[in-house]
């Protein structure tokens, strides 16, 4: 399929992550995931609860953000956060790595904090948060090669909270690394249809964005986060 003819919609995880986020604004988004078709909502975890009620009869899938967003939690957090989540409603998770253990070199530790909250996902899509802004090439290929050997659905760019979002090199990177099967999802400053549409030649099978609306209908979103 060209990028052209792609319905940028069911890549859209539409997203809102920000602390002060109101109920009112939940579903807000919620409704317009059901009305455009976007894949999923994407919230925190508190918030699950409400997304799923509101989504419920729909298409519309419920994403769950874990040990968000500095990924920092004990690994026992992020599992219970994982399982709790998931009771709640969640049909996706999106779990942040701990980039410190990553550079302090402590693997045995990085890798088993992924590897729980896999098995406390099941059959429930995983998708692990790299934070590609704070890793260099080198440390993102080995994140990303880490959750294959892990059967992770998908690997994602970034928190948007940090100091950087999705590029098209780290992209390209990602899905050169994971090969042509695996997700990848671009999150982090897509905004409009044309960085949208750059991700996804990239290599994207995902977009995480709070600029859902704007990009389905090719206009440019102010600025945000996600």
């Given at each position: 399929m060209?990028?052209?003819?792609?319905?940028?919609?069911?890549?859209?995880?539409h997203t809102l992550?920000?602390?002060?986020?109101?109920?009112?604004?939940?579903?807000?988004?919620?409704?317009?995931a059901i009305e455009h078709h976007f894949y999923s909502v994407c919230v925190n975890s508190g918030y699950?609860?409400?997304?799923?009620?509101?989504?419920?009869?729909?298409?519309?899938k419920t994403c769950s953000v874990i040990g968000f967003p500095l990924g920092a939690s004990l690994t026992s957090v992020k599992v219970f956060?994982?399982?709790?989540?998931?009771?709640?409603?969640?049909?996706e998770i999106d779990m942040?790595?701990?980039?410190?253990?990553?550079?302090?070199?402590?693997?045995?530790?990085?890798?088993?904090?992924?590897?729980q909250v896999k098995m406390a996902t099941g059959e429930v899509i995983l998708k692990v948060?790299?934070?590609?802004?704070?890793?260099?090439?080198?440390?993102?290929?080995?994140?990303?090669?880490?959750?294959?050997?892990?059967n992770v659905d998908f690997v994602k760019?970034?928190?948007?909270?940090?100091?950087?979002?999705?590029?098209v090199e780290d992209i390209k990177l990602m899905?050169?690394?994971?090969?042509?099967?695996?997700?990848?999802?671009a999150s982090g400053g897509v905004r409009s249809q044309e960085t949208a549409k750059a991700m996804i030649a990239a290599g994207a099978t995902r977009l995480g964005t709070s600029s859902g609306v704007a990009i389905v209908a090719n206009q440019q979103a102010g600025h945000s986060h996600y």
């Open positions: 060209s990028v052209q003819a792609i319905d940028y919609a069911r890549y859209i995880d992550l920000k602390m002060d986020a109101t109920e009112a604004e939940i579903i807000k988004i919620c409704q317009e699950v609860p409400l997304v799923a009620k509101t989504l419920a009869g729909s298409e519309v956060e994982t399982q709790a989540a998931i009771a709640a409603g969640a049909n942040v790595i701990n980039v410190g253990w990553l550079k302090s070199g402590d693997i045995s530790a990085f890798i088993d904090d992924i590897r948060i790299l934070e590609t802004c704070l890793l260099s090439q080198a440390q993102i290929k080995q994140v990303c090669e880490i959750c294959q050997q892990l760019t970034s928190t948007g909270f940090s100091s950087g979002g999705a590029t899905r050169e690394t994971v090969g042509p099967t695996m997700g990848v999802k």
